[in-house]
C-alpha cells in the first residue's frame, strides 16, 4: 500500500480515469477529493502492489462492480471507437495490433492519433505503442500497434 500523496505524485495529480486534475487539499468526503483506486487494474482483476492510480472518490473503480471506463475525447471526429480499457488489456496481453477508430478524413485521424497516444501515456504508461494511420475504403484508420 501506498500513502496517497505517494500514488498522487505519482500520477501528477490527475485522474487516471477521468484524466482531469485532482485537487490535494479538496474536502476529504467531496466527489472530487483524491482518492486511490486500489481495486481495478486495466484487466478488471485485483491491481498487485504498486499499480495503484491516483482518481477522484467519485470515479474510483473500487466503489462499483462496473468496469473502469476511458473515454475518447468528444472533440474527435472518430466513427466507431473502441473501448479503450479492453484494448488496452488485449495489447497488453497479447501485443500487435488493432484498428481503434474509423475517420472521415486523414486530418482527423491524426489528431485522434496524437489524443491517444497522449491519453494512454497516463492511463496505461507501461504499455509501448504506436499509432498509424491506414487510408481505405474512403476512411481513415487509426491503428494502434503494440512495440
Ligand atoms: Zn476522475
Known sequence: MSTLNEVGER??????????????????????????????S???KKAAAGTERLAHRACNTRKGAVKPIVAWSPELFVVEPAPIVSTVERLTRKGDREVVARCPSRRDAEQAAVWLLDRLSRFAPELAVTAQVEAGGGQFLLVLRAV
Open 11 to 40: 500520477d501528477a495529480w490527475r485522474c487516471w480515469l477521468g484524466d482531469e486534475p485532482v485537487d490535494p487539499d479538496a474536502y476529504v468526503n467531496a466527489d472530487r477529493s483524491p482518492s486511490v483506486d486500489s481495486g481495478a
Open 42 to 44: 486495466p484487466k478488471g
